[in-house]
């Protein structure tokens, strides 16, 4: 079982950053993918990002390549979403997920592929 837990949302203008970060509780983070995905007021949740169990294999949505970094501290069981020229349609619930992979360099888009879920961290981007 791993817990997980989102913090560093908030209210931030267009233009600004942010860095989210999720902390895992359980064994075995280090055998996790973790995956970042939001969900916009009257929208479906939507891929944002993935990392490898090891940070070497990296995925982003197109809508975030080049303003959002994903990354993870092993030591620390956290994994972290540094978000840069934030615009207002990055407005949402931010979720954190892990997907059991047992190692392998695997970095999933889908929903379905993830095991676990936080409860979410609002990210709001006023104009």
């Known amino acids: 079982q791993v817990r997980l837990v989102e913090s560093g949302g908030g209210l931030v203008q267009a233009g600004g950053s942010l860095r989210l970060s999720c902390a895992a509780s359980?064994?075995?983070?280090?055998?996790?993918?973790m995956g970042w995905f939001r969900q916009a007021p009257g929208k479906e949740r939507v891929f944002v990002a993935a990392?490898?169990?090891?940070?070497?294999?990296?995925n982003y949505a197109d809508s975030v390549k080049g303003r959002f970094t994903i990354s993870r501290d092993n030591s620390k069981n956290t994994v972290y979403l540094q978000m840069n020229s934030l615009k207002p349609e990055d407005t949402a619930v931010y979720y954190c997920?892990?997907?059991?992979?047992?190692?392998?360099?695997?970095?999933?888009?889908?929903?379905?592929?993830?095991?676990?879920w936080g409860q979410g961290t609002q990210v709001t981007v006023s104009s």
């Open positions: 997920a892990a997907d059991f992979t047992s190692r392998l360099e695997l970095v999933q888009t889908r929903e379905r592929d993830y095991d676990y």
């Open positions: 990392i490898s169990w090891s940070g070497t294999t990296t």
């Open positions: 359980g064994r075995f983070f280090s055998s996790y993918t």
